[in-house]
C-alpha cells in the first residue's frame, strides 16, 4: 500500500491506497491557527500521529510515501534536522530587501523574485541568524515537505516544485550560478524530481511507527500540485488538460506545451516531465459567495438557476479589493452592481447569485485566455475540485463560457494525489521519447 500525506495552513491530511488507487484508509488532524513559535513542533507532532492513525495492519503493507507541504514555506534547521528558527509561512513578506536583490541578479520574472519566495526567506534566514557568537546559526534551509520527509528519512533533499522559488533551474534541475552568488548551496536541499526515491524510511522511525522498514520514501510536491494529481487521477496526461480548484479562491492549472512564466499575474511554470503544469490564482472565489449566501440558500437557490440563459449582469466578484490573476490590478475594486429586481425576494437573490456564478466563470474563462495568451496550449477540457464543484448550475454556465468539456473529479484531496506520487513515482510525470527507440 502506498501513504500520501498532505499539509496545509490549518491542518494535515493522510490517504493510504492500493496499487489500483483504492482509497484503504484517511486521517486527518486539524491544527488551526499556530502561533509562529509552535508551528514546527506542532508539524512534527501531527506527521507521527497521523501516520500511528492508520491500521497497524497497513502500516506493515506500505512499500512508499510522499509527503506534499505549503510552497515556500520554509525552515532553518541544523544537521539533526533540529530547528534554529520558527518556520517563516508561505505568506510571510518580511524578506522584501532580499526580493530586491533576486529581482536585481535573476529579473522580476523570475518564480523567486518576490518577499514570499523560499529563496528569498532563506538569505533573510541567513543575515538574521548568521554563524557568529551567540546566534544560533543553520545548516540548512529546507520547505515544509522538504524537512518533514527528512524526518522520515534523513536525507534533506527538495523535489523541483517546491524548489522553484528557491531558484532551482528546471531546465538543468540544478542551483544556477546566479544562486550560488547569493546564498550557500550547500545549505540548500539537494533538487530531485518529484516522486524521486529519496531512501528507505529509516529505521528507528520504521520501529517506532510500526511501518514496513523497507517502506520507500519519495520526494514530495507542493499541495497545490498534489491536488491537481488528485483531481486529473485517470485521465491521459496530455497538454490542454486542465484542473480549476473552485475553493475560496480560484486557482487554474493547466498542462501545456510550452513554458509560461509572468511574474506580474503570479504566474509561472512548474517541471511536469516534458510537459509544464502552468497556473495562475484569481482573488476572486467562494469567499465572495460567503459574503453573500448561507450554504442553504446556495443549494437552495442554485435549483432555481436556468444555467442555459444569461443574465446579463457584468458582475466582477471580488471579497475585498485587489486582484492578482487574470489582471494584475492591486486596486481593482469588487463590481456586484447594478443588483437584480426580481417579483419576489427569492427570485432577487436567484438572479443575484446567477450574476455572480457567470462573473466566476467569466474570471475563470479569462485566466485560462492569459495563459493561452502568453503561450500556454489551449485546454480541451477542465476538471474541477473543491466545494464549487458539487454545483451543477455553476458547472454548466462554466462549460457555457469555457467552451470545453467540465467535469467533476472523483477525487480532489492532495493527499490522494501525494498517495499517487508514492505509488508511482517519476512515473507520473510523461517523458519526451527515447529518440533511439523503434
Not at 483504492?22 to 509562529?36: N, S
Not at 495492519?57 to 515556500?72: E, H
Not at 491537481?228 to 498542462?255: D, E, H, M, N
Not at 427569492?346 to 479569462?366: D, K, N, P, V, Y
Amino acid at each position: 500500500m502506498y501513504l500520501g500525506i498532505d499539509f496545509g495552513t490549518s491542518g494535515a491530511r493522510a490517504c493510504v491506497i492500493a496499487p489500483n488507487g483504492q482509497i484503504e484508509d484517511m486521517a486527518r488532524i486539524d491544527f488551526g491557527r499556530l502561533a509562529e513559535h509552535e508551528a514546527a513542533t506542532t508539524w512534527r507532532d501531527a506527521l507521527l500521529t497521523l501516520i500511528t492513525q492508520i491500521p497497524i495492519g497497513m502500516r506493515k503493507r506500505l512499500a512508499g510515501l510522499a509527503i506534499d507541504g505549503t510552497s515556500a514555506t520554509v525552515l532553518a534547521c541544523d544537521e539533526a534536522l533540529n530547528p534554529t528558527y520558527p518556520p517563516l509561512a508561505y505568506n510571510d513578506v518580511r524578506a522584501s530587501e532580499e526580493a530586491a536583490i533576486i529581482r536585481r541578479t535573476a529579473g522580476a520574472e523570475h518564480p523567486a523574485a518576490a518577499a514570499t519566495s523560499g529563496l528569498a526567506k532563506a538569505m533573510w534566514l541567513k543575515k538574521h541568524l548568521g554563524l557568529g557568537v551567540g546566534k544560533p546559526g543553520a545548516r540548512l534551509y529546507l520547505n515544509q515537505a522538504d524537512w518533514l520527509s527528512a524526518l522520515l528519512s534523513g536525507n534533506p533533499v527538495s523535489d523541483y516544485h517546491n524548489a522553484l522559488k528557491m531558484g532551482v533551474d528546471l531546465e538543468t534541475g540544478l542551483w544556477p550560478a546566479w544562486v550560488k552568488s547569493l546564498v550557500d548551496v550547500d545549505t540548500l536541499p539537494v533538487p530531485v524530481k518529484p516522486g524521486q526515491a529519496i531512501g528507505l524510511l529509516d529505521r528507528g522511525r520504521a520501529r517506532e511507527l510500526g511501518i514496513n522498514p523497507d517502506c520507500l520514501v519519495r520526494a514530495g510536491t507542493t499541495d497545490s500540485i498534489a491536488a491537481f494529481l488528485a483531481a486529473s487521477c485517470g485521465q491521459p496526461r496530455q497538454p490542454g488538460q486542465a484542473v480549476t480548484s473552485l475553493g475560496s479562491t480560484l486557482v487554474l492549472k493547466l498542462l501545456s506545451e510550452t513554458r509560461v512564466d509572468a511574474g506580474a499575474y503570479g504566474i509561472y511554470s512548474h517541471w511536469f516531465g516534458r510537459y509544464w503544469l502552468a497556473g495562475g490564482a484569481s482573488n476572486a472565489g467562494g469567499a465572495v459567495l460567503r459574503q453573500h449566501f448561507s450554504d442553504d440558500e446556495l443549494i437552495a437557490l442554485s435549483r432555481d438557476i436556468d444555467p442555459e440563459r444569461s443574465t446579463g449582469l457584468d458582475y466582477y466578484p471580488l471579497p475585498a479589493i485587489g486582484e492578482r490573476f487574470p489582471y494584475n490590478d492591486p486596486k481593482r475594486p469588487p463590481r456586484l452592481e447594478p443588483r437584480p429586481e426580481g417579483r419576489t425576494q427569492r427570485e432577487t437573490r436567484t438572479e443575484f447569485l446567477h450574476g455572480i456564478l457567470e462573473g466566476l466563470a467569466r474570471i475563470e474563462a479569462l485566466g485560462y485566455a492569459k495563459l493561452v495568451e502568453l503561450g500556454a496550449t489551449p485546454p480541451q477540457a477542465v476538471a474541477s475540485a473543491g466545494g464549487g464543484a458539487k454545483n451543477p448550475a455553476y458547472t454548466r454556465i462554466r462549460e457555457r463560457l469555457l467552451n470545453v468539456p467540465v467535469t467533476r473529479s472523483d477525487q480532489h484531496e492532495a493527499c490522494y494525489g501525494s498517495a499517487h506520487l508514492a505509488c508511482h513515482g517519476t512515473d507520473l510525470f510523461p517523458e519526451a521519447p527515447d529518440p533511439s527507440a523503434p
